[in-house]
């Protein structure tokens, strides 16, 4: 079976530009998550979905960042006026069910560079 | 809020040897997850093992088990006779989202 896919993999932008990521979780999974990783870094949670409902959004670094699930399947995270400090690799995973305490199958990422 | 440390940057180890990465956390919850999961160069992170807070056994999966020291916050990851496949970034994680800045994991023939 499918993976979670994510797409671009790779986008570059000009400071100032609005960019959209795309996560393709698998199939059925209930809960969604989106990180930000930075070179050499952990991965720093941003949002978490269950189904279409966000809980959380308490890793957002500012109101220029917002990311919807409308259909509780597909998800996508919006950058606004992108800057330089926006470029790092965004990970999208998902789970089986709503639990936080399940494996989380992570997609490939997006690595976003801001010039 | 909970915080996950890892403090080795870098590990090394001989093919078919042992190692140990180590992994501390804060957390005031008294049940919790707890996670190894591995990033292999250009590669997606996969999941590598994972123990429950409640659990006073440790965790073992194949090659790979942990030393969990609930009293002590300590949640190490041992691999045992270790294989250039095991050669990746690891991040040591917990049910609230957080994880560690990573180990790299050097396997060397």
């Known amino acids: 079976g499918a993976g979670v896919s994510q797409s671009p993999r790779y986008k570059v932008a000009k400071r100032g530009q609005d960019v959209a990521l795309r996560c393709d979780p698998i199939?059925?999974?209930?809960?969604l998550f989106w990180y930000q990783q930075a070179l050499g870094q952990g991965p720093e949670f941003l949002t978490y979905?269950?189904?279409?409902?966000?809980?959380?959004k308490s890793g957002l670094p500012s109101d220029r960042f917002f990311a919807e699930r409308p259909e509780g399947s597909v998800s996508t995270l919006k950058i606004q006026r992108t800057q330089q400090e926006d470029s790092a690799v965004y990970l999208c995973?998902?789970?089986?069910?709503?639990?936080?305490?399940?494996?989380?199958?992570f997609g490939p990422g997006t690595r976003l560079t801001v010039l | 809020a909970q915080t996950v440390t890892q403090s080795q940057p870098e590990m090394s180890v001989q093919e078919a040897e042992t190692v140990t990465l180590s992994c501390t956390y804060d957390?005031?919850?008294?049940?919790?997850?707890l996670f190894w999961y591995k990033q292999p160069p250009s590669r997606q992170m996969i999941l590598v093992i994972r123990?429950?807070?409640?659990?006073?056994q440790n965790a073992t999966e194949n090659r790979f088990s942990v030393n969990f020291q609930k009293a002590a916050k300590s949640f190490s990851l041992k691999i045992s006779d270790s294989q250039l496949g095991d050669a990746a970034m690891y991040f040591c994680?917990?049910?609230?989202?957080?994880f560690g800045a990573g180990t790299r994991l050097t396997v060397k023939p």
């Open positions: 994680g917990n049910n609230d989202m957080r």
């Open positions: 995973a998902s789970t089986s069910n709503g639990g936080l305490y399940n494996e989380q199958f």
């Open positions: 123990q429950e807070a409640y659990k006073q």
């Open positions: 199939s059925g999974h209930v809960s």
């Open positions: 957390t005031s919850e008294s049940d919790y997850y």
């Open positions: 979905f269950q189904n279409e409902a966000q809980l959380d």
